[in-house]
């Protein structure tokens, strides 16, 4: 994973005492997003005799997400020659255009030898097939490369053009100095996402691993491009793009990454906006009021299910957090003055056209929803998607006061461009925000997940038999909606996200409340419950949880990992660790550091950036060592505690003595 390569070799036994090896090595370049590379080693030990080759791309692809085994892709056309062959085919609905090509080299005993391949085509299939012979001691090697080019970046009719002639450049380049880039891009990727575990094989395992496939996943180069749940490791959700991507993803990116990688994922979601829009408009609401899609790849609502489509709206105020959480990080006020503001004008004012005035409770109330908990649907009051609600209302008039104090004249034309009245929009929401209804139990003194959540039978989790977990694989959904059994955070997911508005108490009562209930059975949930946890000082629950949440896909905890890695929950794994056990939180650009460690770890380190400043903290059970890895000044806080370091400085704090 290091230099992000798959390696397998084996020995063929091809007769007795006659033996074969071969060794197949192959990368997608991390430098050249567009290449990928396959060496095939071929070593006799002591046979002698022909071996055959068949080079080939094959684009007759079969998707498991299909109806009645329907293709996907028609062929346009399709080229081969000796030593290379170009196939380009389109997708039936929406006329996308793919050119695949590759070309190859083969080697004898270090050198290039010539051949006079057979060639193969026929529809959406073309190879080279040839002999060599060889004796013992011989070795072959053969170089395939293959690039990929998209009617996303190229004109449909210059697509074999260009991909032909990017063909010939990868070749020039040769394997080694293709597969030296490679390594050199992802050396830059582990020095500012690596986690190091001193004392947990296990732990150690599961983070780079998970570090490894978020980043192979998005590169964050092109604003037009997010992340889907599955990344590319299986083809459920079918590619698109969930909240998931703002709650989990962007914090990940934000900490390890370039601003830009952070911004384009915000961008994804601005191109969007008038989508999204017309959207809400389809379900009647009006006025510029925009409801993002629950599932989408193009903007437009792919998803189908209506208690999700229609009323999982959470979603939007997932899309306005994020917005808060990258200003936090970054401080890029020229992102919300240029983009961020008119997004958050238009969630706000589906807010305030989906609150409804409540005569009976004399207060604002948001009916017919589901929240992340999707073991619930159709509920009235969800705690989180009320608090949701009022937060985005209070953070878009207080951008707004912003920006009519640093630059009126820009407010003044985004309130034309969107037909924004202040006095008159801005009242309804300064209404709901001081009337909004929500659910508590005063004798618990708990926030409630959602009107009538008491009247179900409060079991714990663990009262479930082995052999019906997951319930959703075992249980009819009557009975999954009548239960009280919590698929992930729901309430603790607002007190994650908002938790500078609650005392650890509060927390810790609710979390004591919900997390006996919740069976964990979404990606999304343990991670989010470990870094609760930490934050309210249950060190071994957290730890147990963050186990849960980064071994998810390595030990199939769900027994759903033949459908692909939950790709952006791993994102979760990372945070867990850093701000869960380490407790690094960035507020208005600055750093807090409220380290924990787990009882059988002797240590932990990560990396993270705050802008242009990358660090490493390092934690052991008495101590916190900063190392200022740029040239600007860090300035920090440990455990309440202020601290500047120096570029290239270091400082170590005693835990037990310093405070």
């Given at each position: 994973?290091?230099?992000?390569?798959?390696?397998?070799?084996?020995?063929?036994?091809?007769?007795?005492?006659?033996?074969?090896?071969?060794?197949?090595?192959?990368?997608?370049?991390?430098?050249e997003?567009?290449?990928?590379?396959?060496?095939?080693?071929?070593?006799?030990?002591?046979?002698?005799?022909?071996?055959?080759?068949?080079?080939y791309?094959d684009?007759?692809?079969?998707?498991?997400?299909?109806?009645?085994?329907?293709?996907?892709?028609?062929?346009?056309?399709?080229?081969v020659?000796?030593?290379?062959?170009?196939?380009?085919?389109?997708t039936?609905?929406?006329d996308?255009?793919?050119?695949?090509g590759?070309?190859?080299?083969?080697?004898?005993?270090?050198?290039?030898i010539e051949?006079?391949?057979?060639?193969?085509?026929?529809?959406?299939?073309?190879a080279?097939?040839?002999?060599?012979?060889?004796?013992?001691?011989?070795e072959?090697v053969?170089?395939?490369y293959?690039?990929?080019?998209?009617?996303l970046?190229?004109k449909k009719?210059?697509?074999?053009?260009d991909?032909?002639?990017?063909?010939?450049?990868?070749?020039?380049?040769?394997?080694?100095?293709?597969f030296?880039?490679?390594?050199?891009?992802?050396?830059?990727?582990?020095l500012t996402?690596?986690?190091?575990?001193?004392?947990?094989?296990?732990?150690?395992?599961?983070?780079?691993?998970?570090?490894?496939?978020?980043?192979?996943?998005?590169?964050?180069?092109?604003?037009?491009?997010?992340?889907?749940?599955?990344?590319?490791?299986g083809?459920k959700?079918g590619?698109?793009t969930?909240?998931?991507t703002?709650?989990?993803?962007?914090?990940f990116?934000l900490?390890?990454?370039?601003?830009?990688?952070?911004?384009?994922?915000l961008?994804?979601?601005y191109?969007?906006?008038?989508?999204?829009?017309?959207?809400?408009?389809?379900?009647?609401?009006?006025?510029g009021?925009?409801?993002?899609?629950?599932?989408?790849?193009?903007?437009?609502?792919?998803?189908?299910?209506w208690?999700?489509?229609f009323?999982?709206?959470?979603?939007?105020?997932a899309?306005?957090f994020?917005?808060?959480?990258?200003?936090?990080?970054?401080?890029?006020?020229?992102?919300?003055?240029?983009?961020g503001?008119?997004?958050?004008?238009?969630?706000s004012?589906?807010?305030n056209?989906r609150s409804t005035?409540?005569?009976?409770?004399?207060?604002?109330v948001?009916?017919?929803?589901?929240g992340?908990?999707?073991?619930?649907?159709?509920?009235?009051?969800?705690?989180?998607?009320?608090?949701?609600?009022?937060w985005?209302?209070?953070?878009?008039?207080?951008?707004i006061?912003?920006l009519?104090?640093d630059?009126?004249?820009?407010?003044?034309?985004l309130?034309?461009?969107?037909?924004f009245?202040y006095?008159?929009?801005t009242?309804?929401?300064?209404?709901?925000?001081?009337e909004?209804y929500?659910?508590?139990d005063?004798?618990?003194?708990?926030?409630?997940?959602?009107?009538?959540f008491?009247?179900?039978?409060?079991?714990q989790?663990?009262?479930?038999?082995?052999?019906e977990?997951?319930?959703n694989?075992?249980?009819s959904?009557d009975?999954?909606?009548?239960?009280c059994?919590?698929k992930?955070?729901?309430?603790l997911?607002?007190?994650y996200?908002?938790?500078?508005?609650?005392?650890?108490?509060?927390?810790?009562?609710?979390?004591?409340?919900?997390?006996?209930?919740?069976?964990?059975e979404?990606?999304?949930?343990?991670?989010?419950?470990?870094?609760v946890?930490?934050?309210?000082g249950y060190?071994?629950?957290?730890?147990?949880?963050?186990?849960?949440t980064?071994?998810?896909?390595?030990?199939?905890?769900?027994?759903?990992?033949?459908?692909?890695?939950?790709?952006?929950?791993m994102?979760?794994?990372?945070?867990?660790?850093?701000?869960?056990?380490?407790?690094?939180?960035?507020?208005?650009?600055?750093?807090r550091?409220?380290?924990?460690?787990?009882?059988?770890?002797?240590?932990y380190?990560?990396?993270?950036?705050?802008?242009d400043?990358?660090f490493?903290?390092?934690?052991t059970?008495?101590h916190?060592?900063?190392?200022?890895?740029?040239?600007?000044l860090?300035?920090?806080?440990?455990?309440?505690?202020?601290?500047e370091?120096e570029?290239?400085?270091?400082?170590?704090v005693?835990?037990?003595?310093?405070?």
């Open positions: 994973m290091k230099e992000g390569y798959l390696e397998r070799s084996f020995k063929i036994a091809v007769s007795e005492n006659k033996t074969i090896e071969i060794t197949s090595r192959r990368f997608l370049s991390m430098s997003p567009d290449i990928g590379i396959i060496r095939y080693s071929v070593s006799s030990f002591d046979f002698e005799g022909i071996l055959e080759f068949t080079v791309i684009a007759d692809v079969s998707n498991e997400d299909t109806n009645y085994g329907e293709k996907f892709w028609n062929e346009v056309s399709r080229g020659t000796a030593g290379s062959g170009v196939i380009s085919a389109r039936m609905k929406t996308f255009h793919v050119s695949t590759m070309c190859f080299e083969l080697k004898k005993n270090r050198k290039v051949i006079s391949p057979g060639i193969i085509s026929r529809e959406k299939y073309i080279n097939t040839f002999h060599v012979s060889v004796k013992a001691g011989d072959l053969l170089n395939k293959v690039s990929v080019l998209s009617s970046n190229t009719e210059h697509l074999t053009r991909l032909k002639l990017r063909l010939k450049e990868t070749k020039a380049k040769g394997y080694d100095k293709l030296l880039d490679h390594v050199k891009e992802w050396d830059r990727i582990w996402s690596d986690i190091v575990i001193e004392g947990d094989l296990s732990a150690q395992q599961a983070i780079r691993f998970n570090i490894f496939h978020l980043n192979q996943t998005y590169t964050g180069k092109d604003e037009r491009l997010n992340i889907g749940p599955k990344g590319f490791t083809e959700y590619g698109s969930y909240w998931d703002e709650a989990f993803a962007l914090p990116f900490k390890t990454a370039d601003q830009k990688v952070g911004r384009n994922l961008l994804y979601r191109r969007h906006l008038e989508k999204s829009i017309a959207n809400a408009e389809k379900l009647g609401f009006r006025d009021a925009a409801l993002y899609p629950m599932v989408t790849m193009n903007g437009e609502e792919c998803h189908n299910e208690e999700i489509t009323e999982e709206i959470h979603r939007n105020g899309i306005a994020a917005i808060y959480n990258y200003l936090r990080h970054t401080c890029d006020q020229e992102y919300m003055a240029e983009y503001l008119e997004v958050l004008i238009a969630i004012r589906f807010w056209q005035y409540s005569e009976n409770l004399k207060k604002y948001i009916l017919g929803v589901t992340p908990n999707e073991y619930e649907n159709n509920v009235n009051n969800n705690w989180y998607t009320n608090f949701l609600a009022v985005t209302l209070s953070y878009t008039l207080k951008n006061e912003i009519e104090k630059k009126p004249d820009k407010l003044k034309t309130f034309k461009k969107v037909k009245n006095s008159k929009e009242s309804g929401w300064k209404d709901i925000i001081k909004m929500f659910p508590v005063s004798k618990r003194n708990v926030f409630l997940q959602q009107d009538g008491l009247d179900k039978e409060l079991l989790a663990s009262s479930i038999q082995p052999a977990r997951p319930i694989q075992h249980w959904w009975r999954i909606l009548r239960s059994f919590i992930q955070a729901d309430v997911h607002g007190l996200f908002f938790e500078d508005q609650f005392d650890n108490e509060t927390i810790k009562r609710n979390f004591d409340f919900y997390e006996p209930m919740t069976v964990h979404s990606s999304l949930s343990a991670c989010v419950h470990s870094i946890a930490s934050r309210i060190i071994e629950k957290a730890y147990e949880l963050y186990l849960r980064a071994r998810l896909d390595l030990d199939d905890y769900n027994k759903e990992v033949a459908d692909g890695l939950h790709i952006t929950s994102a979760g794994t990372w945070l867990a660790i850093v701000e869960g056990f380490g407790g690094m939180r960035i507020m208005d650009c600055k750093i550091l409220n380290p924990l460690i787990p009882v059988n770890w002797k240590s380190s990560f990396h993270a950036r705050s802008r400043v990358l490493e903290v390092r934690v059970k008495d916190v060592i900063v190392n200022n890895l740029s040239e600007k860090l300035q920090l806080a440990i455990s309440g505690h202020d601290y370091i570029g290239s400085g270091t400082i170590n005693n835990l037990k003595t310093d405070f």
